[in-house]
């Protein structure tokens, strides 16, 4: 048996007799075409982007409708004393169908057929773009009883409809241009800028050939020589003779700290042309070849010729040559922002949530229910999703998956979803604003990225479904940095050990301390107590992989300055929960500034759906808003019990 997550849940959270009900044979609406023109339709606006819609439908539309429906079913149905597809009475039919249990089955059906025509054409005269299903205020079954084919009719329907987004106009023309926050990250790399600079100017260095045989190699200078390779002996003689590919004829030797293997360098150092030396020199640990990885080995270098080398200052003429018309310190201001832009990748989400904020000051959208109940069984579905991939067996996830543990989730949940959606609404529309688009090759690029993960894990690739996505994520992205360029953001830049508190670890300590003395003098008044020992969960240490080091090209190659490694941080264990009923309000307090990940989990502890060391591995979620039917997420797959 296979059962869908989504599935279920679209059951759990489904209307029932206020819905509209798929009719049970094929009904063709042109039929109505002329008939089902309602006399007026009034739209009332309801909170929570809404509206109410009361429709008057004229006596031929509801005979018209009806008279249909009873057609229809003449065709199918099979009534003793009439022969099949003949024209049998509608009072035969009505009796026909209650006896089977489905009392003014035809006129509800008739009810749904008008909805169907006239809602529609009702949101369209006032440009509102519906979601979901419309429902009757009044269910069809009790509006039924009143419902007389021929006679005017009045439907009383609510629906959800796409927001629209409200901009503080008091703001200015733009509200969005010149958002206020604050966000915190590491300093400026100063290092790295100086390095990069320096590259830069080495690639524009100059070289002069030296004519007087006399001169002795500097620092600085450049040579051609010719090398011949040796493995060292262990008494550090010459062995056995080197590859083809470790030796070599008239290359070019760079004299400066760190660009080759080490001693090359410094044994060259001071030699003139036509001069040959004995060169003792250590590969690389990390070299390709791992033959001659941090392995000894002597050279026998001739100096063939020998060159002065001027590395230029950077002025306005050294900009020049980089590009036209770019000055030094533009140069500079260019280099600064290269530079830090890999930094700044690692703070984008803190710049995002300042931006975020920032944002909601200065607009507001009614969020429809429809799209916090799909969204919020999108991502319950994806936490059961979860759950079974952490050795929760389907049966016990399916008892699980009831209204009420649904309508609790719902409810923890819906603040995130209302904002991401605001987010998601403001962005979309600063993008048209402004005239926000993606180069068509950056969106290949994350297609074919993602062509690629799911050839490799056997994965379904469904990319009329993706490529909406990748491209609405990759939109809202620039559009971010948009808004961080045209933003007033107050940066604070800390350096990543600042974060110790000494004071305000000093009065935790303080206030943990007292709290155990008077747990202790407690004690000491109880006159029988029970020692139970708890046995505390392992702490689990994720151990972050290294990356992998660019290894230098053999013997003649420069060594490439291996990138510092990121620092790690260590997340500080969230502190157990007691075991006691809380408040919801407590409980969206607690679950506020959690990650994902442990809020999906808290929040099935919680619910009674998993226990303590029953913790699953969880996915951040990203949710995608698009215009119309909400987009499900690719964890929502089928289920195997």
């Not at 005979?63 to 249909?68: G, Q």
Request: hydrophobic residues 40%; contains cysteine; glycine residues 6%.
């Amino acid at each position: 048996m296979r059962f869908q997550f989504a599935s279920i849940l679209a059951l759990l959270v489904a209307p029932t007799s206020q819905a509209f009900v798929p009719h049970q044979f094929p009904i063709h609406a042109a039929f109505l075409q002329q008939s089902t023109t309602a006399r007026d339709a009034t739209v009332t606006r309801l909170p929570d982007s809404a509206v109410e819609i009361e429709i008057e439908v004229p006596g031929a539309a509801t005979k018209a409708a009806y008279d249909k429906v009873c057609t229809e079913l003449s065709k199918t149905i099979h009534i003793p004393g009439f022969r099949k597809g003949s024209k049998i009475p509608p009072q035969v039919l009505e009796q026909r169908m209650s006896a089977n249990g489905g009392r003014n089955a035809l006129k509800v059906q008739a009810i749904n057929e008008l909805l169907g025509q006239l809602v529609e054409s009702a949101l369209k005269e006032e440009s509102l773009d519906p979601i979901g299903q419309p429902s009757l205020k009044i269910p069809a079954e009790e509006l039924a009883d009143s419902y007389k084919p021929g006679e005017d009719l009045i439907l009383p329907v609510k629906c959800d409809v796409w927001p629209e987004i409200q901009w503080d106009q008091s703001q200015g023309e733009k509200p969005y241009v010149g958002i206020t926050g604050k966000y915190t990250r590491k300093p400026f790399d100063q290092v790295k800028l100086d390095k990069a600079l320096n590259d830069l100017k080495e690639r524009y260095a100059t070289t002069e050939p030296v004519t007087d045989t006399t001169y002795a190699l500097q620092m600085g200078d450049a040579c051609n020589v010719n090398m011949v390779g040796y493995m060292a002996t262990a008494d550090g003689e010459k062995g056995e003779p080197l590859p083809n590919a470790a030796s070599g004829d008239n290359v070019e030797v760079v004299l400066g700290p760190g660009r080759y293997m080490e001693g090359l360098v410094e044994g060259i150092v001071g030699a003139t042309v036509g001069e040959t030396r004995q060169v003792s020199v250590s590969f690389p640990d990390k070299l390709k070849d791992k033959t001659l990885a941090g392995k000894r080995a002597i050279f026998d270098v001739e100096i063939v010729q020998a060159s002065t080398r001027t590395v230029p200052e950077v002025t306005d003429e050294f900009a020049a040559k980089v590009r036209p018309g770019l000055t030094a310190d533009a140069l500079k201001e260019e280099l600064k922002k290269a530079v830090d832009a890999e930094d700044a990748k690692e703070y984008a989400g803190a710049r995002n949530k300042a931006l975020s904020e920032g944002l909601a000051k200065v607009m507001d959208v009614d969020v429809p229910d429809t799209l916090v109940t799909g969204q919020a069984r999108d991502k319950f579905a994806a936490m059961m999703a979860d759950m079974r991939d952490g050795g929760v067996s389907d049966a016990e996830i399916k008892n699980q998956i009831t209204p009420e543990n649904f309508a609790k989730y719902k409810e923890i949940v819906k603040d995130d979803i209302i904002r991401d959606f605001k987010v998601s609404m403001a962005t979309d529309s600063i993008a048209q604003l402004e005239g926000i688009t993606v180069p068509d090759y950056q969106i290949e690029e994350q297609m074919e990225a993602i062509r690629k993960d799911a050839a490799e894990s056997n994965e379904e690739f469904d990319e009329a479904a993706i490529r909406p996505k990748v491209e609405a994520t990759l939109t809202r992205n620039a559009v971010m940095d948009w808004l961080a360029d045209n933003s007033n953001l107050e940066v604070e830049y800390k350096e990543e050990d600042e974060g110790f508190d000494e004071q305000l670890m000093q009065k935790l300590a303080d206030e943990a301390m007292e709290r155990e003395q008077a747990m202790t003098a407690e004690t000491a008044t109880t006159p029988e107590v029970v020692d139970v020992e708890v046995e505390k969960e392992p702490e689990v240490v994720a151990e972050a992989e290294p990356e992998p080091v660019a290894e230098p090209e053999p013997v003649v190659a420069e060594v490439e300055e291996e990138p510092e490694p990121e620092p790690v941080v260590a997340e500080e264990a969230a502190p157990a929960a007691e075991e006691e009923e809380v408040s919801s309000e407590d409980k969206a307090e607690k679950y506020k500034n959690m990650e994902v990940g442990d809020r999906a989990f808290e929040i099935l502890k919680d619910l009674g759906m998993v226990g303590k060391k029953d913790k699953p591995p969880t996915n951040e979620l990203n949710l995608t808003f698009n215009r119309g039917p909400v987009l499900y997420h690719e964890q929502n797959g089928e289920i195997e019990v």
